[in-house]
């Protein structure tokens, strides 16, 4: 049963997604791999039995459950891009790096966007704006590492509504700009990210809410 399986392009991991490349192009649909996740089945890459080779460089690892990730050649060349980006700031693994960018563009669940966020592939150039924003802010590499450690999440943020908008509400509302600035950020990134203001009667969007601040 599990030889039959395997000869599926639907693949089911534990709890990670993998970009595999398939021998047979008759198992490709429009050059696209569907891959799923389900935490209950888990299939050892030794049990593949070179029906598939696992492809170190196209693997998106996830916690979640029940992730669908459909990646083209187009689209894989775009991750790799953005995955290059990031590759520059702090040390993080390129597993690291996949869960940034799956947290920041929906291919992995996060509670900052709860049921909103759609999945949509990164580009590169977005990812440079927001990294270059964060450097002008006084931010250096490692710095940028931590952060999005910490809130990788931002990458996926509106640059001009919610980042630069923030930053402007924390400089004119509480005087907070520079080396203070740069200080707030390391300690609760996700200030970059708040889209409302609950006064205290909730909305039931915390994760986003300047409540928290």
Known sequence: ???????SPLLTFDSAVHFCSCPDPALVTNSKLLINVNLATCVPHNALRGAYAISRNWKLHSTAQGQVAILSDEDKITWESCRQALSAYGSASEEEIDKILG?????????????????EVPRVEVVSEVLI????????????????????EVLGCSLENEMKANVQILEKEWGIKGKTLKNLLLRNPKVLGYTIDCKGDCMAQCTRCWVRF
């Not at 929906?106 to 509670?111: A, Q, T, W």
């Not at 900052?112 to 759609?118: M, V």
């Open 1 to 7: 049963m599990l030889g039959g399986s395997l000869r």
């Open 103 to 119: 947290k920041a563009f929906g291919h992995v669940h996060s509670p900052y966007w709860g049921e909103e966020r759609k999945k």
């Open 133 to 152: 924003y964060l450097k002008d802010l006084g931010l250096d590499d490692d710095d940028l590492g931590k952060l999005l450690k910490k809130f990788p």
